[in-house]
Each structure stands twice: as C-alpha cells, then as structure tokens.
C-alpha cells in the first residue's frame, strides 16, 4: 500500500518517519500538476529532492502539453483549469522540466 504524504505548502516540511524513508522506492503525483500553481510546483520538485535518494524517481501522471501541441480535450480542460484560478492548467512540459533540472532531476521518459 503506497505511503501518502500530505503537502501543506505553507509549512513545506514532509516530515516521513524512518520506516517510510528507509523503505520509499519513488513519489508519484497523479493529477495535480494541473491544479497547483508554479510555486508549488517548484515547492514539490525542492522537497522531493530532498526526500529522494539513489536515482529514486519521482513521477508525473496527468495531463501534459508539449509546446503549443495540445489537443482539443486537453485544450478543453486548461481552459476549465484557467477559469476556475488563472494560475492553474495544462503544463508545459519544457516548462517543468526546467523546474526539474533546477532541483537536479533529469527527464527520463515520456509516456
């Protein structure tokens, strides 16, 4: 059973017991690149690097974008996102790649 983790951004503190650290294999996010704003964004790549060790992953599951390559489901959905809280959408990828790489993760693979 996966270890859930609750983000509280404005503490920004993952505290994880030494049992759930010793034994965490990855993080593994699943439709909320789209709902957090850049800064969380950037908060989620900081402490997840911090809590990862040893080439452990960390994963993206939802929808992306790469570029202006986006389609019309998906264009459909940013656009729900963005009315409902502007700093909110379909990400770019290069765009959170670049987040990545600032908190030295490197883009393995895109499925």
């Not at 983790?5 to 034994?23: G, T």
Request: hydrophobic share 40%; proline share 3%; with cysteine.
């Amino acid at each position: 059973m996966p270890n859930l983790i609750n983000i509280n951004f404005e503490k920004a503190s993952w505290k994880l017991s030494d049992k759930i650290n010793q034994s965490l294999k990855m993080l593994l996010t699943i439709n909320v690149v789209q709902i957090f704003p850049w800064i969380c964004l950037k908060k989620l790549f900081k402490k997840s690097w911090e809590i990862l060790w040893n080439n452990q992953n960390l994963f993206l599951y939802g929808p992306l974008r790469k570029k202006d390559n986006i389609s019309k489901r998906k264009l459909a959905f940013d656009k729900e996102f963005k009315y409902e809280n502007k700093n909110c959408g379909v990400r770019d990828i290069e765009e959170i790649n670049s987040i990545a790489i600032k908190n030295n993760f490197k883009l393995r693979k895109i499925i």
